[in-house]
Each structure stands twice: as structure tokens, then as C-alpha cells.
């Protein structure tokens, strides 16, 4: 399985495709694919997932290290992992018997892109 690769995009660029709520209404699909990720993120089983495979010595984590602090089966664990991998937040691949996962940094990035806003933002203070 190959990674395809990221283009990196200067801090224009970066300002163009991800403008903060603050600057500008979203459209429709990214509303939509937007949605999908913090959906992803408001369950905190996949919230706890999520920082314990960035957290991870290298980046990356076998499925076989993520089932130990939780409470629930392993199934539900990759059920989880599943609804992270379809949201567009972490990355898989199957080496042998088990799986590795690791977060998606342009994910991440366009999460806080969003959501960065400047102090001095509308609204009451």
C-alpha cells in the first residue's frame, strides 16, 4: 500500500483552502466533510484512540498496543478505529497479523485551520 503524496502549500495557500469560520461561511461540502471528522472526534473512546496513536513512539500504532486502556472489547476498538479511518483522521496499513494506524497531519491541520481564530474575533469579551 503506498502513501500518495502530500503537496505542501505555502501560507497563502494554506489561508485559501482553509479559511477559518471567522473569515468566511463554509460551503456545503465542506460543511459535510467537516462534519464527518468532529463527529469522528466527539465519541472520546476515538478521542482517547486518536491522541494515543499521535502520542506513540514513532507516529504509528499496532492495533495490538491501542486495546489495553480500555474498557470494551476489541471489536468495539476497531469499530472505532474504523469510523477515525473513514472520517479522513488516521491512516492504516495491515503488516502480517495486525494493523498500524497513524494520524493524518493534513487532517489535523485543516481541524485547526478552521477553528483558529483571532483574539480579537466578534462577540461579547
Known sequence: ???????????????????PMVREP??????????????ALSDPVRLRLLSLIASHEGGEACVCDLTGPFDV??????????????????????????VYYWVLPAALARLSALLDAPATAGGPR
Open 26 to 39: 463554509l460551503d456545503e461540502a465542506a460543511a459535510v466533510d467537516l462534519a464527518k471528522m468532529f463527529k
Open 73 to 98: 472489547s476489541q471489536p468495539t476498538i476497531s469499530h472505532h478505529l474504523k469510523v477515525l479511518r473513514e472520517a479522513g483522521l488516521v491512516g492504516s496499513e495491515r503488516r502480517g497479523t495486525w
Open 1 to 19: 500500500m503506498s502513501n500518495p503524496e502530500l503537496q505542501v502549500l505555502d501560507q497563502d495557500e494554506a489561508a485559501a483552502c482553509c479559511s
